[in-house]
């Protein structure tokens, strides 16, 4: 059996979790490969709202087996937190939420000098989410850092201060914040002892046997493609491979096991934070996209900017993550447009290109738009592909086109029943 891989193609946002949602009772595991509590699926149904920042997004499905994978960075402050949510709405975790070993951990000093570095930036603030994430990867990297492993070994409190204590030199370089470091500890300490009385597995075994017994694996992603930090628009990126490449380090997983790669794409742009952004829309469009979509961060309630639909920088994620198939979410929001522009180019000076720059910053880079018609109607009563407007079956048409990738999912609402699905098929 093979790894199907589910992520976002732009800069996060494009709805993930209501489709993990779906597509989850097709699959033996849920695995999530990346990111940390900067990440906000969110789910409807059952007139309910949820929003998961660390559980996998199976976690709605019964029986659904979910593992947070070894490349996912875990607050247990904010894990708790939403381990005890789901209890009170009635899904249980027990047996169904496993963590693996080597998921580094985030401590309160992370979070303390991702607040204090942010700050002192001041206009060049890079839109961190404060969650601790960029810390906590850095001391990964430098081979610093906690795992979730080492909460059984009988010095962790001794690494815990150790690691502390470099923090909090750190932090002196700085200028003073305002955070109470006594109470968060007194919390993360807590909340330690939920995570510890979670199943802990060898992911990278775990997982490959359960590939060698036949089980279906569906890999969520966080963030989205344009945040990888190699990939991405950088430095505005996260800490971690949001790609597909991500998969492979995250999961322990070897790249031969990759099987569909499912790309989503909201049917236009947004951007939390700061960045380059070609489409951006700042006057009234941008405005209706933002009103009608509840363009608002999961995590942070953030606005989201919000532009046109941007076919250079997503066939540039279809390539780097070699998507299979293609799902197009919140195109209701666009309901009542009269007309939709899509950037097919750029102008970079006086030279035209369809690649992706390597600097995609506003001031010199100019997006050329082609202009579709709305289709000017609701379509919440719509369950087949068939029977779409046709000026809205010919912008996914045209998108279809302009990636080479087939259009399987469309979603007509955050609902989990408006979701219309069709074969995949081949695209010229």
Wanted: net charge negative; hydrophobic share 35%.
């Amino acid at each position: 059996m093979s790894v199907d891989v589910i992520l976002g193609l732009q800069w996060g946002d494009e709805g993930k979790g209501k489709i993990v949602d779906f597509l989850a009772p097709n699959y033996d595991i849920v695995a999530r490969f990346q990111g940390g509590p900067n990440a906000g699926h969110t789910l409807k149904f059952d007139n309910q709202k949820f929003v998961l920042h660390t559980v996998p997004s199976g976690i709605f499905r019964d029986n659904q087996l979910n593992i947070i994978g070894n490349g996912v960075v875990i607050d247990p402050i904010t894990l708790a937190r939403e381990i005890k949510g789901l209890e009170q709405v009635n899904v249980h975790v027990e047996g169904r939420l496993l963590v693996a070993k080597k998921a580094h951990l985030i401590l309160p000093t992370h979070r303390f000098l991702d607040a204090a570095s942010e700050n002192a930036k001041g206009v060049a603030k890079i839109g961190s989410t404060l969650k601790g994430i960029g810390p906590t990867y850095m001391d990964k990297t430098g081979r610093n850092g906690l795992r979730v492993g080492d909460l059984n070994a009988p010095d962790f409190l001794e690494k815990y201060n150790s690691l502390k204590q470099k923090h909090l030199k750190l932090l002196s370089i700085y200028p003073t914040i305002d955070f109470d470091l006594a109470t968060e500890e007194e919390k993360w300490l807590r909340d330690v002892q939920l995570l510890k009385s979670l199943p802990q597995v060898d992911c990278e075994y775990y997982l490959n046997e359960a590939l060698k017994q036949g089980k279906r694996i569906l890999a969520e992603g966080a963030q989205g493609s344009m945040l990888d930090i190699d990939y991405g628009t950088y430095p505005f990126v996260t800490s971690s491979n949001t790609i597909t490449a991500g998969v492979c380090i995250g999961l322990g997983v070897p790249p031969s096991k990759i099987g569909e790669v499912i790309g989503i794409s909201k049917a236009y742009c947004t951007r939390v934070g700061s960045g380059p952004f070609p489409t951006e829309l700042n006057g009234e469009i941008g405005e209706f996209l933002r009103r009608e979509g509840a363009e608002f961060g999961a995590t942070t309630g953030r606005p989201r900017r919000c532009g046109w639909l941007d076919l250079p920088q997503l066939r540039y994620t279809c390539m780097v993550n070699g998507v299979t198939q293609l799902v197009v979410t919140k195109i209701d929001v666009m309901d009542k447009l009269e007309q939709i522009g899509v950037a097919t180019a750029y102008r970079v000076g006086s030279d035209t290109t369809d690649l992706l720059p390597y600097d995609i910053t506003a001031d010199n880079l100019e997006p050329i738009y082609e202009h579709h018609p709305g289709w000017q109607q609701p379509l919440d009563d719509i369950t087949d592909f068939d029977h779409f407007p046709a000026p809205l079956k010919t912008y996914l048409e045209k998108i279809e086109e302009g990636l080479g990738v087939p259009i399987t999912m469309v979603s007509t609402g955050p609902e989990r029943r408006k979701l219309i699905t069709r074969e995949k098929a081949e695209v010229a």
